[in-house]
Structures are given as structure tokens and as C-alpha cells.
């Protein structure tokens, strides 16, 4: 029988229905690392995506007209603060769906933002249109995570709408049911949120919600400060205004050295967005006109998603449940613990799930500790474990807790080789943890994508006498020594 682990599968559809619609095809176990980008809104040539962007657009107009220094804290926490969409299954949270939302820190910087370096929003000169992201573009902080949590707030009545109308075409009654959504749309009569009825796919209790695959990228969002730092340098040769192209250009030539650091170039360029905002909306004017590259590129970003998350990670679980015994229930949490990382590295090394890491010729060839721990972290599903992720108890995170009541706890780490604090991560990392969480058991995962990367791991174990150490697993994930012919 097959793991359930997308909508496709939990519901008993074809992909080809959810394709058809659309729908990206959600895993329903743990967040995808894909975000609505209000860009795509803007940009795009159907006319019901402009509106979304538009009314975006109304309802930040509508909070800047309010933005005066004495509001409520009650309206503030009414109209800014808002919980993140779960039931779409998108974004940062591994093992399950459950992230942070957008609370007092996004509430202030947007609300303060709109009532002084952003009182124009809403009526822009230089660009095309008004956008959202230009408060990620000012305020350090305010990241990919926090623009897409904003505008899935913003157009989820939109894809409530969306979501029932699938629903009521493709699923059966008892696969569905009627649920009141508070926060569904905002009345600007009576200035508040208003909750409304929907008929949605149910899943333990809770509503799905699905989102149009075009409205979604991985990575940054077209428009972010990280690519306006890259950026930076560039922009004052397209300022039209003589003068404040002469100042920004002098304000570099003065601060920047002959030979400066990422850092030091990075540091500045923060400075002089500062010191110039209007600097942001010859950026964002560069953006808009190349448009047609976001489509793009969150195209193929969305393609490698599902080639990787998607397709191959059902291979992942249904081949390790089928060929090897992960999935029947260790006695012990270090037992459960140890029975994944060594099923990961067995199809990892032996049944092409390298490929799931390790990418020759792609843009971005090896996955990083993230994305290892979100391929990881799928296997979980199915687990009698109590499985989390990041426990942080005030001495630094780790990736895993595996438990079983208050006493039978152990901890998985993952680590590239090529860290470079491996050696002294293994030395003092992971008995700090043990004792900050009360566990006595560790699982080390290290993943090695080179021939250094194996070398180096080798040495440091023997150096340390762990070499053989059962607790350490070190998954040999490089794609130029395994077998020609196999079958992924």
C-alpha cells in the first residue's frame, strides 16, 4: 500500500487533475519550501491575478491612511498581526506545517514604515505600480517568509475560493466539509476581518488549502533586498535625476575601499538604501521591466521543487518502506533514530538518492543542511515516535528530537563535511545539546558530497577514535563513484 504523503495521494486523484486545475500538488507530511510571490500577481497576464494585486495594494493604502504614530494597539494587532496560513502547506517547517506568522515585530516595522519612509505608498512616480515588497527592500528583517505569510493573508479568500471550487467538482462529500475561516476577507465598511463558510478537503480535523502553482517561487522573491544589495552598485546608472545619481555615486566613491570585502560592499550598501530611499524605486522600475524573467525563472524553480520534493521524494519512502525494515518500530527512540539515518544513507548510497543532494550541472548543485534535513525529515512520516525539529533550549538548536514519553529521548544532527567546524562540532556540539534537553543518546549525520569531503571526514573521526562509531553515519552522497545503469 502506498505512503500518503500529497493531496494527490491522501484524496485519491491524479496529479494530472490537480495539473489540469493549476493546484500545485502539496505534500500533506511537512511545509514545501515554495512562497507566493505578490509579484507574479502583478505581473501576470490573467486579469483575476492584477485584481489580487490590486486589492493588496488597497488594503496597504488603507493601512496607511491609519498610520498615525498613536493607533490602537488593538487595531494594530487587528489589522497587522496575522497567523500563518498552515493549510497550505508551503514554506520554512519541517515535519508538519505549523510556522511562526507575522507578529509584533512585522505589525511595528510595516505600521511605522507607512507612516514615515513609506507615507507615499500607493502613489508611486518612478515605478509602474505600488508594491508590497518595498517594505523588504527598506527594513532588514522582513524576509521572503514574512512578504509571502502577508499576501497569502491578503488573497486568501481568494484561494478559499479556489480550494472549494476543486473540491466540490473533484472530491467526494466525506472527503470534504463545511468550515468557518476567520480572517477570510476584510469589510472595509466596518474596517475588520469577517470569517465565512467554505466547503474544503478535510484533512485530522482541519482544512487544505491549495494554491496555483503559477503564483509560486523557491528562494527570494523577485523583488528582495538581498538581490537589491547584489544589485546595488548598478542602479545609479539608471537614476534619471542628474543630481541624486551624482550623490549616490559620490556617497560610494567615498565610503567603499579599493579592495572591499562582501561584508564591507554588503554593509554600505544597506547605508546608502538608507540614506537614499528613492533609490528603491529605480530598482524596483528595473525589476518591472524585467518582468518576464520572474515568470520565468519561479517557473523553473517550481519545476526543480517538484522533480526533487515532489516525484523523487515519493521514491524516497516508498522505497525505503518496501526494501528495508525502517518503517516497523524500533523498541528505543536511539533505535528509531538510528533505523532512518541509516535507511537515508542506504538509498542515498545505494539506489540513486544521491540525486536528491547532489546535482552536477545544475545552478545550485548540492543541497544545503536545510534541504537535507527536509528530505529527511519526510521519512519520518509514519513514525509511533514523537519526532521534532530545531528544540532549542537556549543553547542552540538541533535538527531532530526523537522521544517516546518524558525519559526515552535522542537527538539527530546533520552536517555537511565540508563545515568547517565539523571536527569541533562532533567534539563538544552534541553533549552541550544532551544535557541542555535531558537525552543521553545522538545520532551524527554527515554528509559528503567529494572526494575531500570523505578524505576530511575520515580523518577527523579516526583523529577523534570514532572511525566505526555506529552512532555516526556518514552518507557518501557523491555522484561520481556510483554505478552507471541505475534506476532512480
Known amino acids: 500500500m502506498a505512503i500518503e504523503l500529497y493531496f494527490s495521494q491522501y484524496f485519491g486523484i491524479s496529479p494530472n487533475e490537480l495539473e ?155 472527503q470534504r466539509s463545511s468550515f468557518s475561516v476567520p480572517r477570510a476577507v476584510f469589510n472595509y465598511e466596518t474596517e475588520s476581518w469577517e470569517s465565512r463558510q467554505y466547503d474544503l478537503p478535510e484533512l485530522r480535523n482541519d482544512y487544505v488549502l491549495l494554491t496555483p ?38 556617497y560610494l566613491l567615498k565610503k567603499l575601499s579599493d579592495n572591499p570585502t562582501k561584508k564591507e ?22 525589476k518591472e521591466d524585467a518582468g518576464d524573467q520572474a515568470v520565468g525563472l519561479s517557473a523553473q524553480r517550481r519545476q526543480e521543487v517538484f522533480e526533487v520534493l515532489v516525484r523523487m521524494v515519493q521514491h524516497v519512502v516508498e522505497d525505503i518502506r518496501i526494501k528495508t525494515a525502517l518503517y516497523e518500530t524500533p523498541v528505543t527512540s536511539y533505535d528509531e533514530a538510528l533505523a532512518r539515518a541509516n535507511g537515508f544513507k542506504q538509498y542515498v548510497e545505494n539506489q540513486d538518492g544521491y540525486r536528491l543532494l547532489n546535482k552536477p550541472g545544475k545552478e545550485r548543485p548540492l543541497a544545503g543542511e536545510t534541504d537535507v534535513q527536509l528530505f529527511f525529515g519526510v521519512i519520518f512520516f509514519g513514525s509511533e515516535f514523537d519526532v521534532n ?57 554527515i554528509i559528503c558530497y567529494t572526494d575531500a569531503d570523505v578524505t576530511k571526514t575520515n580523518a577527523v573521526l579516526k583523529d577523534l577514535g570514532l572511525l566505526g562509531e555506529k552512532s555516526i553515519v556518514v552518507i557518501d552522497a557523491r555522484a561520481d563513484n556510483k554505478p552507471s545503469g541505475s534506476k532512480a
Not at 494585486?53 to 493604502?61: M, P
Not at 527570494?220 to 549616490?248: C, G, H, M, N, Y
Not at 547605508?271 to 533609490?279: C, D, K
Open 389 to 445: 525539529r530545531e528544540v532549542n533550549n537556549g543553547r542552540g538548536p538541533v535538527d531532530f528530537k526523537v522521544s517516546k514519553g518524558a525519559v526515552d529521548k535522542s537527538l539527530i544532527e546533520i552536517k555537511l563535511a565540508s563545515n568547517k567546524q565539523l571536527k569541533r562540532n562532533l567534539e563538544n556540539q552534541i553533549e552541550v545539546y544532551q544535557k541542555a534537553n535531558g537525552t543521553r543518546t545522538t545520532v551524527k549525520m
Open 20 to 174: 489540469a486545475y493549476g493546484a500545485f500538488d502539496i505534500s500533506l507530511v511537512s511545509d514545501l519550501p515554495l512562497f507566493v510571490d505578490p509579484f507574479l500577481l502583478f505581473n501576470s497576464e490573467k486579469h483575476e491575478y492584477r485584481d489580487l494585486h490590486d486589492k493588496i495594494i488597497r488594503y496597504l493604502v488603507f493601512l496607511r491612511d491609519h498610520a498615525n504614530p498613536d493607533l490602537d494597539p488593538g487595531l494594530i494587532k487587528s489589522w497587522y498581526m496575522f497567523q500563518e496560513v498552515k493549510q497550505n502547506w508551503l514554506g520554512f517547517t519541517v515535519l508538519g506545517n505549523s510556522g511562526s506568522g507575522l507578529g509584533k515585530d512585522f505589525a511595528r516595522a510595516l505600521h511605522d514604515s507607512l507612516g514615515s519612509i513609506l507615507k507615499g505608498f500607493g502613489a508611486e512616480s518612478i515605478t509602474k505600480g505600488a508594491h508590497l515588497e518595498k517594505l523588504a527592500l527598506i527594513k532588514e528583517g522582513v524576509g521572503r517568509d514574512s512578504i509571502s505569510d502577508f499576501t497569502t493573508n491578503l488573497i486568501k479568500g481568494y484561494l478559499l475560493e479556489y480550494t472549494q471550487a476543486f473540491a466540490q467538482t473533484h472530491l467526494s462529500p466525506d
Open 213 to 250: 502553482a503559477d503564483m509560486l517561487t523557491k528562494d527570494d522573491t523577485w523583488i528582495s533586498r538581498s538581490d537589491l544589495v547584489r544589485q546595488f552598485i548598478k542602479i545609479p546608472d539608471a537614476i534619471e535625476d542628474d543630481q541624486l545619481r551624482a550623490q549616490v555615486n559620490n
Open 265 to 286: 560592499y554588503s554593509d554600505l550598501a544597506a547605508a546608502a538604501i538608507s540614506q537614499f530611499p528613492e533609490v528603491v524605486d529605480y530598482y524596483i522600475r528595473e
